[in-house]
């Protein structure tokens, strides 16, 4: 993946945004006027009107806060409540989380905030020994088998791992209720489901769907995320120990 993508989701700001930025290029984002215009509008009266700004660079991304007053947070959902904090008029602020949730501070009952997925985390072929950077070969799917996509992406291979034979791939509210047990998807949303499918999808995997409706082209995706994640073998039958125990099935009386 080059370049970051920033999504802002329903309900933060005027309209739901996603952004893709490549190399160099700059986002700003705050409450936003006609004399300053803003590319994420989030729709809160304690955001300042030019509230900061996202540059992407070739591996990684920098958030530059541009209030006076307010420190912001970047967390990192993927680990155990890890995050940074930005404070106030720090600029080119260095972010190494490979999927990040920027919050602001706000009145709200829910926190304001937006997602940034950034560049690949380049891995080398855990079969590599030595030899220059040039030499060494480099894994084609650069995925994190700790992250919350990966866990996602084992629980729609999930049916087809334990049947050995053709099965109906997950649909997104069985994903969620799949892995509801496990500690890190306790508040998995459906929302959030999509967004790991979509950046499975489009930055992970790079797969390139045919035009068509949103529903084919959900279903679509999932069904092809899973046939390549299973056809290149990066997900396997013991990736299925990263998911919660099963549930016993219920019989009748």
């Known amino acids: 993946m080059s370049g970051i993508v920033v999504h802002l989701p329903e309900g933060n700001g005027d309209d739901t945004v996603t952004l893709r930025l490549g190399p160099g290029e700059r986002a700003r984002f705050g409450r936003g006027s006609a004399r300053i215009p803003v590319e994420l509008r989030l729709g809160d009266e304690t955001v300042s009107r030019l509230a900061g700004e996202i540059h992407a660079t070739d591996d990684h991304w920098q958030l530059s806060n541009l209030s006076n007053t307010h420190a912001y947070l970047v967390e990192n959902p993927e680990g155990a409540g890890e995050y940074l904090r930005v404070p106030p008029r720090r600029i080119g602020a260095p972010i190494p989380f490979e999927f990040s949730r920027v919050v602001l501070p706000s009145r709200r009952e829910t926190p304001l905030s937006f997602q940034v997925f950034a560049p690949d985390h380049v891995y080398l072929d855990p079969d590599a020994h030595g030899g220059s950077r040039e030499s060494r070969t480099m894994t084609a799917y650069s995925l994190d088998e700790t992250a919350t996509y990966f866990l996602v992406l084992v629980a729609l291979c999930e049916p087809w791992l334990r049947d050995r034979s053709p099965a109906a791939v997950p649909t997104t509210p069985q994903v969620v209720a799949r892995l509801h047990g496990h500690p890190a998807c306790a508040r998995l949303t459906a929302r959030a489901v999509s967004s790991h499918l979509d950046y499975l999808a489009d930055e992970k995997l790079r797969i390139d769907l045919p035009d068509g409706d949103r529903a084919d082209r959900r279903s679509g995706k999932r069904e092809a ?29």
């Open 225 to 253: 995320v899973v046939g390549l994640a299973l056809k290149f073998g990066i997900v396997r039958e013991e990736h299925l120990a990263l998911l919660p125990a099963p549930e016993p099935a219920r019989t009748g009386r």
